[in-house]
C-alpha cells in the first residue's frame, strides 16, 4: 500500500464515501465519519452558496466534539468535493470556506487545476482528483494532485468505461501515492478485492444513497433497493459527461433509457440545469445487487467491516 500522506493516515477503515450531487449532507457526512469511513458531500450541495458556511461548521465541530468524547475511537476526516469546470463559478468561494474550516481533504472532479491545489495545501490538507482513464491521471499529479479516485466502469454518476483492473494496472505502473477506486463496490468483500488490486481505499457512492441519512426521495432509496446491475444505462443525456443512472427513474421521466440520444459535451452545465435534472433522473452504480435494504449509514458501514473481516479470514 502507499504511503499516505496527511489526513489520509488517519482513516480507520479503507472507505471513502464518494461526494453525491444533491444528496450529501452534514447529517450523511457526520453518520460516515463517526462509522470510521470518510464521509463526503460536493460544495455544490449548498445552496445558496453562503450555506457551505454553515454546513463546514456544522460538520467540524460535531466532529470535533465527538473526538473529543471518543478519543480512543476517533472520528474519520471529512471531505469536500469541488467541481473544478468553467460552468462552476462558485469554485473561488466554496475553496475559501474549505481554507477557513482547513477541509482534511479536497476531492476535484472534472478538470486539475494547480490553484486549487495549492490552496489545500496551504493550510495541509490533501487533494484526491477523480480521473477514468490513465492520461487524466497523469495530468493530474502534474497539476499537484496528491492521490487518484480511479472511476472504472460500473460507477454511479459520472463514471469511466474502463475495467477495474486495467485502470488500477496502468496507474501502478509508474504512480506509488494514494489511489482510491471506484465502480460497483458495495459489500466487504469488494472492498478487499479492490486493495488487492493495489488500491488505498474503496469509493463508494451508491450503497450510502439508500441510508436514512441521505437526502435522497424514499422512492429512491427503494429503487435501489429494489434493482440490480439489469437496472442502469450509461449516458451523457442528462449532464454533457457519461454515468450511469438507472432505468425506471428515467422511464418515469418519460424518456426511453433503451434509446436515449447523444448530449453536446460542450454544453456541460453543473449549475441549476443540472441540480433540477438529477432531481428526476438518479444515478446510481452497478454494485447495488448487494443493496438488500434501506438502514443507517453506520449501520451499512458495520456490515461492510464485517464482511470486509470475514473475507479477509477465508483467503
Aim: proline share 5%; hydrophobic share 45%.
Amino acid at each position: 500500500m502507499s504511503k499516505l500522506p496527511g489526513a489520509l493516515a488517519r482513516i480507520p477503515f479503507p472507505v471513502i464515501g464518494s461526494p453525491l450531487f444533491i444528496i450529501s449532507n452534514p447529517k450523511l457526512v457526520i453518520a460516515q465519519c463517526q462509522a470510521g469511513v470518510v464521509g463526503s458531500m460536493p460544495a455544490l450541495n449548498a445552496r445558496p452558496k453562503e450555506q457551505l458556511d454553515d454546513w463546514l461548521a456544522e460538520i467540524t465541530e460535531t466532529l470535533a466534539d465527538y473526538d473529543a468524547k471518543h478519543s480512543d475511537a476517533p472520528s474519520a476526516p471529512f471531505a469536500i468535493n469541488q467541481i473544478v469546470h468553467k460552468s462552476n463559478d462558485r469554485l473561488e468561494h466554496d475553496m475559501a470556506l474549505c481554507e477557513k474550516y482547513k477541509v482534511p481533504i479536497i476531492i476535484t472532479s472534472l478538470g486539475a487545476r494547480e490553484d486549487v491545489n495549492q490552496s489545500a495545501h496551504s493550510y495541509g490538507g490533501v487533494v484526491m482528483h477523480d480521473i477514468i482513464n490513465n492520461k487524466f491521471a497523469h495530468k493530474a499529479i502534474e497539476k499537484g494532485a496528491d492521490g487518484l479516485i480511479a472511476v472504472a466502469a460500473g460507477a454511479g454518476g459520472h463514471a469511466g468505461e474502463k475495467s477495474p483492473f486495467a485502470l488500477i494496472q496502468e496507474i501502478r505502473q509508474w504512480f506509488d501515492g494514494p489511489v482510491a477506486l471506484s465502480g460497483s463496490i458495495a459489500s466487504g468483500q469488494a472492498i478487499l478485492a479492490a486493495r488487492a488490486m493495489g488500491a488505498d481505499f474503496a469509493y463508494i457512492g451508491s450503497a450510502f444513497i439508500a441510508t436514512h441519512e441521505a437526502r435522497a426521495a424514499e422512492e429512491y432509496k427503494q429503487m435501489i433497493v429494489d434493482s440490480n446491475s439489469d437496472d442502469i444505462v450509461y449516458s451523457n443525456l442528462f449532464t454533457g459527461v457519461h454515468g450511469n443512472y438507472l432505468k425506471p427513474s428515467i422511464r418515469n421521466a418519460g424518456l426511453d433509457p433503451e434509446n436515449l440520444p447523444e448530449s453536446d459535451p460542450s454544453k456541460m452545465n453543473f449549475g441549476g440545469d443540472a441540480k433540477k435534472a438529477w432531481k428526476d433522473i438518479w444515478g446510481c452504480g452497478q454494485g447495488i445487487g448487494a443493496v438488500d435494504k434501506i438502514q443507517g449509514a453506520g449501520e451499512l458501514v458495520a456490515r461492510f467491516k464485517a464482511e470486509y473481516a470475514a473475507a479477509k479470514a477465508a483467503l
